[in-house]
């Protein structure tokens, strides 16, 4: 299965300022997921990061929020804009093996606490 | 999309057989069932994945039943080390790859 890589870990923000978050992926895949988990929560699927294309984001994220880069098959970014108390959440990126079953692998994901 | 049920909470003693219920009723034909766990402060990690038939690996074994309507994620011997969230998850909408997670069920096991 692939190993992905986030980066920070871990941050902790002051309201009204943006922070990326960046996935690095040891293999090429064609699309890497971006979910949210709110404190105590499970997880909610933010969007769908796709090479070469605008990402599909899912009711209730929009771009100017979340704004994602997809530059190649094994980097993303996902950047939380003009951050509140409410964007505090653990940041996660997926990948699937894009077959059959599509197993998923997440990264360890980054914890921003926005203060 | 596809939704399952799972109870909140469930507890085990160690070294005992746990039973991790899953309603998926709006199942459709194509859509495998996954099961992913989630340590403390760790991202989920993939434990099993089925069609129609039951399945077993290293970590469960997982039963499907007959109508797929529903599953159960076994643990043969639960430990210490099996205390987390466990999700069980259906495909998102037909030709996608996304996933969408439920509530999933915190398993606590006793020493």
């Known amino acids: 299965s692939a190993v992905i890589s986030q980066k920070p870990s871990r941050d902790i923000c002051q309201r009204g300022t943006s922070l990326t978050i960046q996935c690095q992926v040891d293999?090429?895949?064609?699309?890497m997921f971006w979910y949210r988990q709110q404190p105590g929560q499970s997880l909610t699927l933010i969007a769908t990061?796709?090479?070469?294309?605008?990402?599909?984001?899912e009711s209730g994220f929009v771009i100017d929020k979340f704004p994602i880069s997809r530059p190649n098959l094994t980097f993303s970014t996902l950047t939380v804009s003009n951050m509140s108390p409410e964007d505090s959440s653990i940041y996660l990126c997926?990948?699937?093996?894009?077959?059959?079953?599509?197993?998923?692998?997440f990264g360890a994901g980054s914890r921003l606490t926005v203060l | 999309d596809a939704k399952t049920t799972q109870p909140n909470s469930m507890e085990s003693n160690e070294e005992e057989p746990v039973h991790l219920p899953c309603n998926h009723s709006?199942?459709?034909?194509?859509?495998?069932i996954h099961w992913y766990r989630q340590l403390p402060s760790q991202g989920p990690e993939y434990v099993i994945h089925?069609?129609?038939s039951n399945v077993n690996n290293r970590m469960a074994s997982l039963a499907i039943a007959e109508d797929r309507k529903s599953s159960t994620l076994i643990l043969h011997r639960a430990t210490l080390r099996d205390a987390a969230v466990y999700y069980c998850?259906?495909?998102?909408?037909?030709?996608?790859?996304?996933?969408?997670f439920g509530t999933g069920t915190r398993l606590k096991v006793l020493a």
């Open positions: 709006t199942i459709s034909g194509t859509d495998y």
């Open positions: 997926s990948v699937g093996t894009e077959s059959g079953a599509n197993v998923l692998t």
């Open positions: 089925g069609l129609t």
């Open positions: 293999s090429q895949v064609t699309m």
């Open positions: 990061a796709n090479q070469g294309s605008e990402a599909t984001y």
């Open positions: 998850i259906l495909r998102g909408p037909s030709g996608t790859y996304k996933y969408i």
